[in-house]
């Protein structure tokens, strides 16, 4: 068993196998050090497990279910088999920046009173190409409290902190706040993070420091509907909290811009559905009879 390490990367990995290598690459590439990367392989039927298997490096785990489980029970999975004091969940599909637990490490370490830091992120297609870049916490930069994340969230009606490769959060805190909760399977991480917030305090960094990949056959895109209802569910239930203290005025306008939100997932995936095409259109043109 090696050392304890400072930081656990964890990738819950179900049939990953067209982007997993880039993206077990990318947190590899990283300048920090001092992390495990922790995969759990979900009972996969394509050739995940083989291209786990195919890098060498002592920093990675590898752990599989023996049957299929659940994206809730397996990311709670995930984060039981992880060493460190602090957390990263990296999708099978995203990647990092080489400098992303360098920049998120340090504050963390230096303040202890810090529950979550965060990141800008890239919205990249299945070619790792950027949609739109450096997206995400307009108005969340710097350290803020859980009433100011909020309040934050409820007004802008979609996800402004982000999916988890942006975020680095505590293990202790993840524990007590109850872990993954089912019941929120389409905003997840935002339900999280909120939950976190009761254990500390949030900073927002202004750098990028990952992408998240817009493909046809993510669960963000596949369940565009879900997330919506999702999404406002959880800010009328943030509404409804006197411990976030979330005010008339926010829920109105949350309730107001929710489809506005929904509007520009929509319109990503349709420029990665575009970008596929086009893809797939010069590879066919370009292949011989």
């Given at each position: 068993m090696l050392p304890q390490p400072s930081v656990s990367v964890c990738?819950?990995?179900?049939?990953?196998?067209?982007?997993?290598?880039?993206?077990?690459r990318s947190v590899l590439d990283q300048t920090y050090r001092?992390?495990?990367?922790?995969?759990?392989?979900?009972?996969?039927?394509?050739?995940?497990l083989e291209i786990i298997h195919s890098f060498a490096d002592p920093r990675i785990r590898v752990e599989r279910n023996a049957t299929l489980l659940s994206q809730p029970?397996?990311?709670?999975?995930?984060?039981?088999?992880?060493?460190?004091?602090?957390i990263k969940l990296v999708c099978a599909d995203d990647l990092?920046?080489?400098?992303?637990?360098?920049f998120q490490v340090g504050p963390m370490e230096a303040d202890p009173g810090l529950a979550v830091v965060a990141a800008r992120r890239h919205?990249?297609?299945?070619?790792?190409?950027?949609?739109?870049?450096?997206?995400?916490?307009?108005?969340?930069?710097?350290?803020?409290?859980?009433?100011?994340?909020?309040?934050?969230?409820?007004?802008?009606g979609a996800n402004p902190i982000g999916e988890p490769g942006g975020v680095l959060f505590r293990r202790d805190h993840f524990f007590a706040a109850g872990g993954w909760?089912?019941?929120?399977?389409?905003?997840?991480?935002?339900?999280?993070?909120?939950?976190?917030?009761q254990y500390g305090e949030f900073l927002g960094l202004p750098e990028t420091l990952a992408a998240f990949r817009i493909g046809r056959g993510s669960v963000s895109a596949e369940n565009e509907q879900a997330i919506y209802e999702d999404q406002r569910l959880l800010i009328e239930e943030l509404g409804e909290s006197p411990y976030y203290q979330v005010r008339g005025i926010?829920?109105?306008?949350?309730?107001?811009?929710?489809?506005?939100?929904?509007?520009?997932?929509?319109?990503?995936?349709?420029?990665?559905?575009?970008?596929?095409?086009?893809?797939?259109k010069g590879l066919a043109a370009e292949s011989p009879d």
């Open positions: 990738i819950p990995v179900y049939n990953g196998e067209r982007f997993l290598a880039e993206t077990i001092d992390f495990e990367i922790v995969l759990l392989e979900n009972a996969s039927t394509d050739a995940s029970d397996n990311w709670n999975r995930v984060i039981q088999l992880c060493r460190a004091p602090l990092l920046h080489p400098r992303c637990l360098e919205m990249v297609d299945e070619q790792s190409r950027v949609i739109v870049p450096r997206r995400g916490l307009g108005g969340l930069l710097g350290v803020r409290t859980s009433v100011e994340v909020a309040r934050k969230v409820v007004r802008n909760r089912a019941d929120r399977r389409f905003v997840m991480d935002l339900d999280l993070w909120l939950r976190l917030l926010d829920l109105a306008l949350g309730r107001v811009l929710a489809p506005a939100g929904r509007a520009r997932r929509q319109t990503l995936f349709a420029i990665s559905r575009f970008n596929a095409r086009k893809e797939e």
